[in-house]
Nanobody
Framework: QVQLVESGGGLVQAGGSLRLSCAASGRTFSSFAMGWFRQAPGKEREFVAAISRSGGSTYYADSVKGRFTISRDNAKNTVYLQMNSLKPEDTAVYYC??????????????????WGQGTQVTVSS
């Protein structure tokens, strides 16, 4: 019922910035908290950031806190991930996802039932 499309990935040098976007369609966007996850080759998909339905609360993995910022524009049905001070270890496919479970636990992939196709972020040293 929800379709998500990420964009904005690419190749950047360490210390650079990228802004990822995730456009949603289908069910009412504001009904869902949203998250960003990433998966590097050979690694499990890991939590990056999440934002509540209204945008009033945000959550970050320790590895990105202070460097990444999640935001949303419900009028545009879009969630963003601003990534600054990028490091080679940030290299991964980044996915946005819509949270479908109740409650305030945002960190697990199983809390999200709708996923985008992913966008590649590569950070060179």
């Amino acid at each position: 019922q929800v379709q998500l499309v990420e964009s904005g990935g690419g190749l950047v040098q360490a210390g650079g910035s990228l802004r990822l976007s995730c456009a949603a369609s289908g069910r009412t966007f504001s009904s869902f908290a949203m998250g960003w996850f990433r998966q590097a080759p050979g690694k499990e998909r890991e939590f990056v950031a999440a934002i509540s339905r209204s945008g009033g609360s945000t959550y970050y993995a320790d590895s990105v806190k202070g460097r990444f910022t999640i935001s949303r524009d419900n009028a545009k049905n879009t969630v963003y991930l601003q990534m600054n001070s990028l490091k080679p270890e940030d290299t991964a496919v980044y996915y946005c996802a819509a949270k479908t479970t109740a409650g305030n636990y945002y960190y697990g992939t199983n809390q999200y039932n709708y996923w985008g196709q992913g966008t590649q972020v590569t950070v060179s040293s």
